[in-house]
């Protein structure tokens, strides 16, 4: 027996209120689809997961890449418990609809990026899940109903495969974090009630970009770097997964600022929003980290403030530490009032 609660056992005693007895039949499938998804990880290069593309193999089977197995495990899974009625993954361009069969209570939406930090999967390193749930106000979601702003989750999470794989959630009431235990195949409470300390020395950016960030970012990076040399009279580390999930995980355990700017970079003639989804991946990761005591910003709105105009719009995202994001915060004021 784990001295530790389960997962299960956790989620009977702390969900209340109106979503309770939804979001822990929604909660169980996700958990579920996790599980899975972390097993074909496992398997990796012996089950012919690794490919970043779908392909054949030399017997001419189909060969998937992971973020198309993961996929399709979330889509699959999520459909159980009947309360889901529409979703949105960052692998489909269009809303998934939920068969009438499946929708027997169905009143959420679940917006998922299914496996998140995917360049990472040939090379062995961490990546993730996320997700995030909206109320609905009809069971067959429309366009208006998935747009709803990140203030209106209800509940977010990430799955971690990393060293070991971890689901840690919010459902608005704090972060609590779980650790797999795959000879028990369920995820045991590990890391209660998570706080991101106010104050950090450490913090993580795409450097090569450097010379397409807008001035604040670029003046706040310079000034890390100067370390105790310069204003900020300490020195800072630096790390960079690629795995949002997994920079955004070492930002609750041990502090630290996580950045994916807008740059002067264009995409098909078109100016960059920055690289990262709103709904799917900042959304989410916004509320786990403001739960957790943090704040993110896309250095000029609360991220959860922002109004989505497109289901796969992209967004600016600076995240964690309190103190870190509302430096950057005010050295994009101050360049806004400057040039007004
Ligand atoms: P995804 O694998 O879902 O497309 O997301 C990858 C994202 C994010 O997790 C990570 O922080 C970032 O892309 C890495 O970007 P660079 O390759 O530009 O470093
Ligand atoms: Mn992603
Ligand atoms: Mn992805």
């Not at 009143?107 to 062995?124: A, H, K, R, T, W």
């Not at 109903?145 to 459902?171: E, H, K, N, W």
């Not at 608005?172 to 974090?177: D, E, I, P, R, Y």
């Not at 950090?200 to 010379?211: D, G, L, P």
Request: with cysteine.
């Amino acid at each position: 027996m784990s001295k530790h609660t389960s997962i299960t056992e956790f989620l009977k005693q702390h969900l209340q209120g109106e979503h309770a007895i939804s979001l822990n039949a929604m909660l169980s499938d996700v958990i579920d689809s996790c599980k899975k998804i972390a097993v074909a990880i496992d398997k990796g290069a012996i089950a012919g997961n690794m490919g970043s593309l779908v392909s054949e193999n030399v017997q001419g089977e189909v060969q998937k890449a992971l973020d198309v197995i993961a996929d399709e495990i979330f889509i699959t899974c999520n459909q159980q418990s009947g309360y889901v009625a529409g979703m949105l993954s960052e692998e489909i361009d269009d809303i998934i609809e939920i068969a009438e069969t499946h929708k027997k209570n169905g009143q959420y939406i679940l917006l998922f990026d299914p496996l998140d930090g995917s360049s990472n999967v040939n090379v062995n390193i961490s990546v993730g899940t996320i997700f995030s749930i909206l109320k609905s106000t009809n069971k067959n979601p429309t366009l208006a109903d998935f747009l709803q702003p990140g203030t209106s989750q209800i509940c977010a999470g990430y799955a971690l495969y990393g060293t070991s794989a971890m689901l840690v959630l919010t459902t608005g009431n704090g972060v609590n974090g779980f650790t797999l235990d795959t000879d028990a195949n369920e995820f045991y409470l590990t890391h209660p009630n998570m706080q991101i300390a106010v104050n950090t020395q450490e913090f993580a950016i795409n450097m090569s970009n450097y010379r397409f960030w807008h001035e604040p970012v670029q003046r706040y990076i310079d000034e890390c770097l100067q370390g105790a040399e310069g204003d900020r009279k300490k020195d800072f580390n630096m790390r960079w997964v690629a795995s949002m999930v997994a920079e955004v995980h070492r930002i609750l355990v041990r502090g630290g600022i996580f950045m994916y700017p807008i740059d002067t970079k264009t995409k098909n003639g078109q100016p960059s929003s920055g690289k990262l989804r709103l709904m799917y991946e900042a959304n989410p990761m916004s509320f786990i980290v403001e739960q957790a005591g943090g704040a993110a910003s896309t250095g000029l709105l609360r991220i959860l403030e922002v109004q989505p105009s497109a289901l796969h719009q992209r967004v600016p995202v600076m995240m964690g530490s309190k103190s870190e994001v509302d430096r950057l915060v005010a050295y994009h004021s101050r360049t806004r009032s400057s040039k007004s």
